[in-house]
């Protein structure tokens, strides 16, 4: 389902995890990697499935999993742990190329097995931030049919590259990450995937972080990562159609269906075709899975 805030949770806070119902988030990001220390690891796996086991049914937001990387010896012990929970998808850091993707399905099936999980309706959430990464981000559409959605990452990126920092003296992301970021919002078009925005650094900055969020939609992105709670309010606002872009989507989609079939129309002293058409379309399919989604948060809230 369409999720327009995915917010990250640190996997080993309890107190943070019971606060993140009620945070209004589409989508929890539990995180077992970056925001856990190594001693801290087991811990977290523990914490996070109990986690999933009590919410996974009740929870107004989808429950995803951020697990650590292929090339750690954490993997698998993450997979073995959380798929007990049944999350709703697994999100994995660092991908170097689409066999990490179709070894992570293949642990992913063997678990769901295991567990009594319908085969192949885990999901996986990638995200580009490392140098081979981005070399070969174009293929990752080709790796796995449960790759449903993609972000960008410039912390990471910028240790893999060696570099000082990832701004310039202005907060201008430095070129390979303008390039890392755009790669992410075509590579997500071409593979059908929802491509997510990465995260607004500076949390106690609002106007920034709106901003971003509303150039970010512009371009194509359909939703963005949040560090905080206080975050998802603004990106929630900013990812959702607003009533006079629905109500004008819906006289383009009319008027073409008025045209007799025609390619080109006429709509408030502008000419419209086809591309035109496409985007109104999806407004309104937006429109839709943010309904469904409101409703269906509402029936679980009262149950």
Not at 78 to 107: E, H, Q, R, W
Not at 238 to 260: D, K, L, N, W
Request: proline share 4%; aromatic share 6%.
């Amino acid at each position: 389902m369409l999720a327009r805030s995915y917010l990250f949770i640190p996997g080993d806070s309890e107190k943070k995890l019971a606060k993140s119902q009620s945070t209004r988030a589409d989508a929890l990001i539990l995180c077992l990697e970056d925001s856990v220390t190594e001693e801290n690891k087991p811990k977290a796996r523990s914490i996070v499935t109990d986690y999933l086991k009590t919410h996974c049914e009740a929870s107004t937001a989808t429950l995803w999993v951020r697990v650590n990387a292929l090339s750690t010896e954490h993997l698998v012990k993450d997979l073995v742990a959380v798929m007990a929970g049944k999350p709703y998808g697994i999100f994995l850091p660092k991908p170097a190329s689409p066999s990490d993707f179709t070894t992570v399905s293949n642990y992913l099936t063997a678990l769901e097995v295991q567990n009594d999980i319908k085969p192949g309706s885990t999901r996986l959430m990638s995200v580009a931030e490392s140098a081979s990464g981005t070399l070969n981000q174009h293929r990752f559409p080709e790796a796995s049919p449960r790759l449903k959605a993609l972000t960008w990452g410039a912390e990471d990126m910028s240790a893999d590259l060696g570099a000082i920092t990832n701004q310039d003296g202005q907060g201008n992301y430095f070129l390979v990450h303008q390039m890392n970021r755009a790669n992410c919002l075509v590579v997500a078009a071409a593979g059908r995937m929802q491509a997510v925005d990465g995260i607004c650094q500076d949390f106690k900055n609002p106007d920034l972080l709106r901003q971003q969020c509303l150039h970010a939609r512009k371009e194509g992105f359909s939703g963005k990562i949040a560090i905080h709670p206080s975050q998802v309010a603004i990106i929630n606002e900013c990812f959702t159609p607003t009533q006079e872009e629905i109500c004008y989507a819906r006289q383009v989609v009319q008027t073409f269906s008025e045209s007799g079939g025609a390619g080109t129309v006429s709509l408030a002293g502008k000419m419209l075709d086809i591309p035109h058409l496409r985007q109104a379309q999806r407004i309104l399919n937006q429109e839709t899975l943010m309904n469904h989604r409101d409703v269906e948060s509402t029936g679980k809230s009262l149950s």
